[in-house]
């Protein structure tokens, strides 16, 4: 089985909510809600993905010591297994905006079981939901 690994980021604004981002139509799993990120590409770390899907995805940048490790997803999917760390994040340059015509929500963490969500994003939900 593929093993895809894919980096993700919690960013917290400064009232406590938890940016998602809605997965668009065409996309796999189109229309699920799940946390910033992308693929990791060969060579990079998990901090350089996340720092450059923001700047692309959100027109945001942020730094490598602004991204705490927070936990991470393991999920297997029927045709690939994500192996995805996930990092908490409290400070950026620039305002949050959809740059890839997804819809954004900031939400607050006790209100996320309220979205779906991609099967390996579920169990981050509880420790967000500590954390904050």
Known sequence: M????????????????VLLAQRPPGKAMAGLWEFPGGKIEPGETPEAALMRELHEELGIDTWASCLAPLSFASHGYDDFHLLMPVFVCRKWQGTAQSREGQALKWVKPDLLRDYPMPEADLPLIPVIRDLL
């Open 2 to 17: 593929k093993l895809v690994l894919v980096a993700a980021v919690v960013l917290v604004d400064p009232d406590g909510r």
